[in-house]
């Protein structure tokens, strides 16, 4: 996987990406600026044609343009606008797309260190600051044009009132600038903290009926209440440092303003203006105050936005757990696997070798070998030492996405999605996998059948309907290597019967891995491993092991 983004990248792409909309927005917001510079110059012009000439058709032709103006600049903000929105929304979709790729790639990485709902938080608010860079250029455009226009409008009414303008603007821009540094840095802190505690919230969510199983909910409780409070500590810091901007620039802009209006009407007592470029001066210096305020709300969005594009640079410049390095797997995949002095986490220096079409049994007496074991056989990580091998060839030099094509791990606790059940299962030819794992008799219950909607993460079912589900999609993937992790601890022992006879069934002749303490599984495996203390201790038929070896009854009989 090639190196990840920086935070100044993500924000250029982010803008690059949707230049079409920004230049537009961009332009069309300089218009709508200019057509509302030109008002208050207008009506000074219509004030001194009234007076000096009283001629009634320059009056109305004067008035013409105005309304002229008024329609041109009304529909340049419109339009200005939708583009602007248009871009930002586009821009934070793109991000969260990228988000999810780096996430779901079969390396993995971008999960290390981070809890779900902080992955989460990034791709949604941290994904709509970035994006919101795109309405902040075309407004900082706009912005910028309204002082040009109004600053050479006041040169042409009066060259000191344009100079000050001139002059003072730079000013007010570094100003903005430097006053928005506190609130990046705190912006940054702000959404760290919020992600981790959006990260605990869901994790104390999806394991509530763990907890409350325990007798855990108090302790959850109070570790999720104090990361709230430090978010919100977090987000209070950020807020003041908000409002200090803001009320910082408001109040230098309206001495700025003040400024100018004073000079403009001592010009106009000495007579070196007229009425009507009095009226201009001060309604000049009016307008001004958008573009003047604007540029702290501008500058916040910079500062969130770049905050926000590191913590997505982060995520996207993850190091994979994984990746291949050349390594081809053979066409067709036959299925032999083997371990070579795998040592990982509480593995150590495990031997073992699975036949092609092989359905193995695995019993783990420690559940943390097992764990270990899955993670390596389907190459979430490799080992800290040996090589775990597919037809020969090792799956340290493979890529992890070809690696996924031929080897399956399907956890006990997998996850469905939203949609019906039949789109669970996957498409084709489904029935001997639904038969398999008994998913007719689940969809025999359901209103609707196979075609009953399923809630997220299937909670819309019951936990032993739910499991047979996920087997059935595991089934029906039909890879050359399946690897089953207890797929039947939430079913009852008659459905257990059944479906470790259609696994037999359905798996006939492709290599099966099934990690589990079941006895109606193991018997019908064509050998069993058992694994305690971190190695293989004992291989044989679940009837022998059962006959001469103490610790496979323990674990398996218990």
Same mark, same amino acid.
Not at 142 to 171: D, F, K, M, Q, W
Not at 333 to 356: I, K, N, Q, Y
């Given at each position: 996987m090639p190196a990840g983004p920086t935070g100044r990248e993500v924000l250029r792409r982010a803008v690059t990406g949707q230049r079409r909309h920004v230049v537009a927005g961009s332009v069309l917001g300089a218009a709508h600026q200019t057509g509302e510079a030109l008002v208050p110059v207008i009506v000074g012009v219509v004030i001194d044609e009234a007076i000096s000439t009283g001629a009634s058709d320059r009056l109305a032709l004067w008035l013409g343009v105005l309304a002229v103006v008024f329609v041109v600049l009304s529909l340049s903000f419109r339009h200005s606008i939708r583009n602007a929105e248009r871009a930002s929304h586009l821009a934070a979709h793109q991000i969260r797309a990228e988000l999810t790729a780096r996430v779901l790639h079969p390396g993995g990485g971008a999960e290390t260190g981070r809890l779900s709902g902080e992955l989460t938080d990034v791709a949604s608010a941290d994904a709509q600051r970035v994006g919101a860079v795109n309405l902040?250029?075309?407004? +900082?455009?706009?912005? /910028?044009?309204?002082? %040009?226009?109004?600053?050479?409008?006041?040169?042409?009414?009066?060259?000191?009132?344009?100079?000050? /303008?001139?002059? #003072?603007?730079?000013?007010?821009?570094?100003?903005?600038? %430097?006053?928005?540094?506190?609130?990046?840095?705190?912006?940054?802190a702000e959404q760290e903290r919020a992600a981790h505690a959006s990260g605990i919230a869901t994790d104390l969510v999806s394991g509530l009926r763990a907890l409350k199983g325990i007798g855990a909910e108090? #302790?959850? =409780?109070?570790?999720?209440?104090?990361?709230?409070?430090?978010?919100?500590? +977090? +987000?209070?810091?950020?807020?003041?440092?908000?409002a200090w901007l803001d009320g910082s620039m408001l109040a230098v802009t309206g001495v700025f303003l003040a400024l100018v209006a004073l000079v403009g009407g001592r010009l106009a007592a000495a007579g070196d203006i007229t009425v009507g470029q009095l009226v201009t001066a001060v309604g000049l210096a009016q307008f001004l105050l958008w573009p003047l305020s604007i540029f702290a709300w501008v500058n916040g969005l910079f500062a969130q936005g770049r905050a926000s594009a590191r913590r997505v640079a982060e995520v996207l410049a993850a190091a994979p757990a994984v990746s291949g390095t050349g390594g081809a797997l053979p066409s067709?995949?036959?299925?032999?696997?083997?371990?070579?002095?795998?040592?990982?986490?509480? %593995?150590?220096?495990?031997?073992?070798?699975?036949?092609?079409?092989?359905?193995?049994?695995? !019993? =783990?007496?420690?559940?943390?070998?097992?764990?270990?074991? %899955?993670?390596c056989l389907g190459r979430e990580v490799d080992p800290e030492a040996g090589t775990v091998e597919l037809d020969g060839v090792p799956l340290s030099t493979v890529d992890p996405a070809d690696i996924r094509t031929a080897v399956v791990v399907a956890a006990h606790d997998a996850d469905l999605f939203e949609g019906t059940l039949a789109q669970n299962i996957g498409t084709g030819d489904v029935a001997p996998a639904v038969q398999a794992a008994a998913v007719h008799s689940v969809a025999a219950a359901l209103p609707d059948g196979h075609d009953t909607l399923v809630s997220a993460r299937g909670r819309s079912l019951s936990g032993g309907q739910r499991q047979r589900v996920a087997l059935a999609r595991a089934l029906a993937a039909?890879?050359?290597?399946?690897?089953?992790?207890?797929?039947?601890?939430?079913?009852?022992?008659?459905?257990? !019967?059944?479906? +470790?006879?259609?696994?037999?069934?359905?798996?006939?002749?492709?290599?099966?891995?099934? !990690?589990?303490?079941?006895?109606?599984?193991?018997?019908?495996?064509d050998h069993v491993v058992l694994l305690a203390g971190g190695g293989v201790v004992a291989r044989g038929t679940h009837a022998e092991l059962v006959r001469d070896d103490e610790t496979y009854r323990a674990a398996v009989l218990s």
């Open positions: 902040a250029l075309p407004t +900082a455009t706009a912005a /910028v044009t309204a002082l %040009l226009v109004g600053a050479v409008s006041l040169l042409r009414v009066s060259i000191p009132l344009g100079l000050l /303008v001139l002059v #003072a603007a730079p000013g007010l821009l570094g100003l903005a600038h %430097l006053l928005g540094k506190p609130l990046e840095r705190r912006s940054h108090a #302790a959850a =409780a109070d570790r999720y209440r104090v990361t709230s409070q430090e978010s919100m500590a +977090a +987000a209070i810091r950020a807020a003041r440092s908000r067709p995949v036959r299925g032999s696997v083997r371990l070579r002095g795998v040592s990982h986490g509480t %593995l150590r220096s495990v031997d073992l070798e699975v036949a092609p079409g092989e359905l193995l049994g695995v !019993v =783990a007496h420690d559940p943390a070998d097992a764990s270990a074991l %899955l993670r039909a890879p050359p290597v399946l690897v089953l992790h207890d797929p039947t601890t939430a079913v009852d022992a008659v459905t257990e !019967v059944e479906v +470790a006879a259609g696994i037999r069934r359905v798996r006939d002749g492709r290599t099966t891995v099934v !990690v589990t303490t079941s006895p109606v599984l193991l018997s019908t495996t």
